[in-house]
């Protein structure tokens, strides 16, 4: 090999190595940031697949588009399946999933962050009578949530996070019919009951993050029995100037937070409830903002990194 065979392979080379740190996320400026554009395209990847209710095609394509999306990104991806019985219709749902990604598996304490990957079974809030029985693509309600935890499993591995994180999503939130209780939130419900009581430091939770108009009040139930974590989410949306959150109470939510403060675990629930097209066949991608889901992602970045 002669001496420009070298000198063109050692800046090959050179250039390779470039390149490789350029592409890792926010190296380019040397300070890691939450990429809304980023999450959007993740929000919608979700919707591609249509509907994710439990026992769908929709659902068993998302759980492998999951799957393989953390276990490039984090340690470690558990498949926590479990089963449960709708004893009104006589229905048996034997293959319902939460997927746990965990980053820095051994490391304490530990952070939660959360939400529910599944999508309603049925729109009974949409104005069309005859749409009411159809399942919703749930752009805001389920992928909005993922979507901004998708983005932040990119950024931990390039943070100074103090923590070791646990990613869940949780399966069949959204499945419940109004007025009973017993069959909403029933992942998180499977997946408190079984981890260690003291497990977690704190966690957070996201629900209907990612509206064009998104405003996100105080949720009542983590005000009163998680208020710590509340403040010290407000505050860091009030430093950073994020307009979206608003500093009062306005919302009592039963969402998958609940289970988690039923047993003393401090998981708040991030949420904007006054989203028009809540359990409609309107709650479509075009509904929904990079910007928003930035706005919540750069807090929650911010919160982890210090």
């Known amino acids: 090999m002669n001496y420009a065979s070298r000198s063109n392979l050692l800046v090959a080379a050179v250039l390779l190595i470039l390149f490789t740190v350029m592409s890792l996320p926010g190296c380019g400026s040397g300070k890691v940031t939450f990429d809304g554009d980023r999450a959007y ?11 994710r209710n439990p026992g769908s095609d929709g659902a068993s394509k998302a759980l492998e588009y999951f799957k393989a999306f953390f ?4 340690d470690t991806v558990e498949l926590q399946n479990f089963e449960f019985t709708d004893t009104i219709s006589d229905t048996t749902f034997s293959d319902l999933t939460n997927i746990i990604a965990r ?10 962050l959360c939400a529910h ?29 993922c979507a901004v935890l998708m983005e932040l499993a990119n950024l931990l591995p390039h943070i100074d996070c103090p923590y070791g994180v646990d990613i869940v999503l949780f399966d ?13 939130c029933i992942g998180s419900k499977y997946y408190v009951e079984n981890i260690d009581q003291g497990h977690y430091a704190f966690g957070i939770l996201l629900d209907m993050v990612g509206a064009t108009d998104m405003r996100i009040y105080r949720e009542r139930y983590s005000h009163m029995y998680a208020k710590r974590i ?22 009592t939510v039963y969402d998958d937070h609940l289970p988690f403060l039923e047993k003393g675990i401090p998981v708040i629930d991030i949420i904007d409830f006054d989203y028009p097209s809540w359990h409609t066949q309107a709650d479509t991608p075009d509904k929904c903002s990079p910007s928003s889901l930035a706005a919540v992602g750069k807090v929650l970045l911010a919160l982890l990194s210090r």
């Open 172 to 184: 069949a939130e959204d499945y419940g019919e109004s007025g009973n209780l017993d069959y909403y």
């Open 71 to 74: 276990e490039t990104r984090l």
């Open 103 to 112: 980053f820095n598996p051994g490391r304490l304490p530990r952070v939660l």
């Open 41 to 51: 395209v993740y929000l919608t990847e979700q919707c591609d697949f249509g509907p």
């Open 230 to 251: 509340v403040d010290q989410v407000w505050s860091e949306a009030a430093e950073q100037g994020a307009s979206h959150f608003v500093d009062s109470i306005k919302h």
């Open 117 to 145: 990957w599944d999508t309603r079974p049925y729109a009974d809030m949409d104005p069309n009578v005859a749409l009411q029985n159809q399942p919703i693509l749930g752009a805001n309600d389920g992928a909005s949530g």
